[in-house]
């Protein structure tokens, strides 16, 4: 690979030591709703031989054979306790998923993660054999937001164990494991698969020990969390507590690396221009965010997300063209691109060789590829218009084909602000999201908490809220509503947050710090 290839297609080619990087945002998001990520956590955790792309035809095939049996009036197959009939009416009337108002016309088989066994034939982001791995993606949070890599392999498998059906889990989630195990006799085993050693890149210890901003650490801690609480509840119950965190961690950790990316670029570019080489904590406090905000509760979410990822697609572009650049003129960087010391190395290797890199026109070839790509930057096509549907389907509120299933998606984080197509998305927890993050919030705290704790816990991933209007806004209703708070006048604005749960109160076995 050279500079000039890199110009010719600047998002296809990347840089190796960028590529290889724990920062890297890979794989790049596209559209997946909150069943598209769980469905796709279950494959990437426990079949290893399902590919995304096999799930589409696998759900053709499976409602093509069940089709036939019900012509023919034939048996069902070895091991089915229920009847074609009957199956056809789980598949297509129990345990379907709705459509969204674009796909009211398509066939095809859609149905609820309850259980691993669905994900073999429904919860693909696109019913072509394309799909991103969007599973993957939960693999490297779990992994950034451990503090080395057993304790993220430990927690993996954590998850792992609970995903899995076993005994304690209800009659009905035993059942249709059992059930789809039977009509699929062709599926892979259910078995751990462990995170591989090549995707198992986690921040250096003096990162993740200083860094007071990180997405990823705070999901890897609720994620513990919602684990402790399946046992106190129906398995569909756990998993709508479980899709609820795993929207909000993705889109937080998706929009934290590209602020971080942009700060990445900001030094980079300074050392370039400037001839600028900060040191390593100088770079950690440079790079890595204090207290963002990337969302403010009750204000519209998704332009401030859209200028986030503008920002990130010109520091990819900048950071690439800077590595290929590196290259050309015979003085490649080979260090570490992942944490704050790697950073510092690159600034001071681009201020020792910075004459080269412009003699060789490095800037100017940054302004013709950001010309180049003025499209893609401004998110109207390519990866920029895909994370920004990534965040749209996994924070809001599905819209449904069918007007009576619009109250289906109970854990969203945004919703339409009126009933018009063009009303904005606003950031609004639904019920099922405010009881999984006030779960996740007192866990370990052994009794009711001021309300300011939910605060600082939705902070953790960028949210702002008002801890004064909680008590006003639709917040303060969603708790009141739920038995959640303990109106006190001598706790902050009058209101305690109460344990949804017994195991809110158990302390956490597994620590990430």
Same mark, same amino acid.
């Given at each position: ?51 995304? =792309? ?48 674009n796909q009211s016309s398509k ?47 430990? +927690? ?8 899995? #059906? @076993? ?64 046992? &106190? ?8 507590? *479980? ?35 900060? @040191? ?82 490095? /800037? ?35 819209q449904t084909a069918v007007p009576? +299933? ?7 984080? /945004? ?13 609004? +927890?639904?019920? #099922?999201? #405010? ?6 919030? *007192?866990?370990?705290? =052994? ?8 605060? +600082? ?46 195991? &809110? ?9």
């Open positions: 690979m050279s500079l000039m290839e890199f110009k010719q297609a600047p998002w296809r080619f990347s840089n190796s030591i960028y590529q290889k990087s724990a920062l890297a945002m890979s794989p790049a998001p596209e559209y997946a709703s909150s069943e598209v990520l769980l469905a796709s956590l279950y494959r990437t955790i426990g079949f290893e031989s399902a590919s995304e =792309g096999s799930v589409p035809q696998a759900g053709r095939d499976l409602d093509r054979r069940i089709q036939k049996l019900r012509e023919k009036s034939q048996l069902p197959p070895s091991g089915a306790v229920i009847g074609v009939d009957t199956w056809h009416t789980v598949l297509h009337g129990i345990l379907e998923s709705p459509k969204l108002p066939r095809f088989v859609q149905v609820t993660p309850l259980v691993p066994g669905a994900a073999i034939f429904s919860g693909s982001a696109r019913l072509s054999s394309n799909s991103w791995p969007a599973g993957s993606l939960i693999r490297r949070m779990v992994c950034l937001g451990s503090k080395d890599q057993e304790s993220a392999q430990t +927690l993996w498998k954590h998850l792992f164990d609970s995903l899995s #059906v @076993n005994d304690k889990d209800d009659f009905f989630a035993r059942w249709l494991e059992q059930e789809t195990s039977a009509w699929n006799q062709s599926a892979g085993t259910w078995s751990l698969a462990r995170i591989p050693e090549e995707e198992a890149t986690t921040l250096t210890t003096s990162d993740f020990q200083e860094i007071h901003f990180l997405p990823a650490r705070r999901f890897a801690k609720d994620l513990q969390a919602i684990i402790q609480a399946k046992d &106190s509840m129906t398995r569909r119950q756990w998993t709508s507590l *479980l899709e609820a965190v795993l929207r909000l961690g993705a889109v937080s950790h998706v929009t934290w690396l590209c602020d971080v990316h942009a700060r990445i670029w900001s030094r980079l570019s300074a050392a370039l221009t400037e001839g600028a080489a900060p @040191n390593e904590q100088e770079i950690r406090i440079a790079i890595f965010p204090e207290a963002p905000q990337y969302m403010a509760y009750g204000g519209k979410a998704l332009q401030g997300i859209k200028d986030k990822v503008s920002s990130y697609l010109n520091a990819r572009l900048g950071i690439n063209t800077l590595l290929w650049s590196l290259k050309q003129i015979g003085a490649p960087y080979e260090g570490d691109f992942s944490s704050s010391k790697g950073i510092a190395a690159l600034c001071q290797h681009i201020q020792n060789h910075r004459n080269a890199l412009l003699r060789a026109g490095t /800037l100017e070839t940054i302004i013709d590829v950001r010309e180049q790509e003025a499209r893609a930057l401004l998110c109207r096509k390519g990866i920029g218009s895909n994370l920004l549907e990534f965040a749209r389907h996994a924070l809001g509120q599905r009576l +299933l619009r109250g289906y998606d109970q854990g969203y984080i /945004l919703k339409k602000k009126g009933s018009s197509p063009s009303s904005p998305w606003i950031v609004s +927890l639904g019920p #099922v999201a #405010v009881l999984a993050l006030v779960h996740c919030a *007192l866990t370990g705290m =052994g009794g009711p908490r001021s309300i300011h704790r939910l605060g +600082l816990h939705l902070e953790a991933y960028g949210v702002t809220v008002d801890k004064h209007e909680i008590a006003r806004n639709d917040l303060g209703h969603q708790l009141r509503m739920l038995g959640l708070v303990l109106d006190s006048p001598d706790a902050e604005s009058g209101m305690l947050l109460l344990p949804p749960f017994h195991t &809110s109160q158990v302390l956490q076995e597994y620590e990430h710090e």
